[in-house]
């Protein structure tokens, strides 16, 4: 799998790092084969206590698919995006599989 990690407004300690690659890589159960994995961390400064976004864009052949979340931790807002991806990814899955 191809990645591509991004931080915008911070630099991530390497356990985050880890973190969201080890996360997104657990999605590969979920639908095969996925080229690539575009992750984004983002610090919003504003007033709101949920200043913490994650983006995520996975490479499959054909469409590519979208999630993010915003909350008040990098840890729960990569959690979220990847419960909303397993999803996506499932339901891809089942209309591919009507489709045979």
């Known amino acids: 799998m191809k ?10 300690k390497e356990e985050l790092m880890d973190s969201v ?9 979920f639908f095969q084969p996925i080229i690539g994995a575009e992750v984004y961390l983002k610090l919003e400064y504003d ?7 994650v983006e995520l ?3 499959i052949p054909g ?8 909350s008040d931790s990098f840890e729960q ?3 979220e995006s990847v419960e909303k991806m397993k999803r996506q990814l499932t339901k891809k899955k089942e209309i591919e599989r009507t489709h045979r």
């Open 3 to 12: 990645w591509d990690i991004q931080t915008v407004g911070f630099h991530a």
């Open 21 to 29: 690659k080890t996360d997104v890589m657990k999605l590969e159960k």
């Open 47 to 53: 007033e709101q206590k949920e200043n913490k976004r």
């Open 57 to 59: 864009k996975l490479n």
């Open 63 to 70: 469409e590519d698919l979208y999630a993010e979340h915003k």
């Open 77 to 79: 807002s990569l959690k």
